[in-house]
């Protein structure tokens, strides 16, 4: 298999597929994909990086998540060993990707200039951010991982989307 990425790292989500891959001990070779070469930046159908191809060299996957589902289905339980517990991870995916990615996105992009911000509404929205953080809080207080006994693709996904936050927007206190 064949990892494409875009040429200047720091893509999280190319390093969560990193990640996954790692983790399930799938051998892969990474391919940089410079902006200006068209042959390897049609491998990707919507345009976006990083990419999966496939052993037979045709099929691709461009998503983060679907590239990990795909990797992580059936190995070592980190999908679930049944459909109970794959739903259960699906739908810690899509509360961390409908509540946590855009949010943590909107902040950071604030915070490192790309967006304007004003202070009040800045403060607003890391409030908010903070308050939608709870559940999670209140989930692991009786837990160690999101769903079951083991580490998931759930809680990978979850640490991916926290790093950025962690790092450039919570002080000690909320870290700690």
Do not use: C, P, T
């Given at each position: 298999m064949k990892?494409?990425?875009?040429?200047?790292?720091?893509?999280?989500?190319?390093?969560f597929v990193k990640v996954v891959l790692r983790l399930m001990e799938v051998e892969y070779l990474s391919v940089t994909v410079a902006p200006t070469d068209e042959e390897l930046l049609k491998k990707s159908m919507n345009g976006k990086f990083p990419v999966l191809e496939l052993k037979d060299e045709k099929t691709t996957l461009c998503e983060p998540l679907s590239i990990a589902r795909f990797v992580a289905d059936g190995k070592l339980g980190f999908y679930g060993p049944d459909l109970v517990t794959k739903s259960q991870v699906d739908q810690w995916i899509d509360i961390i990707s409908m509540r946590v990615a855009p949010a943590s996105h909107q902040l950071i992009q604030q915070v490192c200039g790309f967006k304007?911000?004003?202070?009040?509404?800045?403060?607003?929205?890391?409030?908010?951010?903070?308050?939608?953080?709870?559940?999670?809080?209140?989930?692991?207080?009786?837990?160690?991982?999101?769903?079951?006994?083991?580490?998931t693709l759930a809680d990978v996904w979850l640490i991916v989307n926290l790093i950025a936050p962690y790092q450039m927007l919570f002080d000690k206190k909320v870290r700690d």
């Open positions: 990892l494409y990425e875009k040429q200047f790292g720091g893509d999280e989500y190319a390093n304007e911000s004003e202070q009040k509404q800045f403060s607003i929205e890391l409030n908010q951010f903070k308050i939608a953080l709870g559940m999670f809080e209140k989930h692991f207080k009786l837990r160690n991982f999101m769903v079951g006994y083991q580490l």
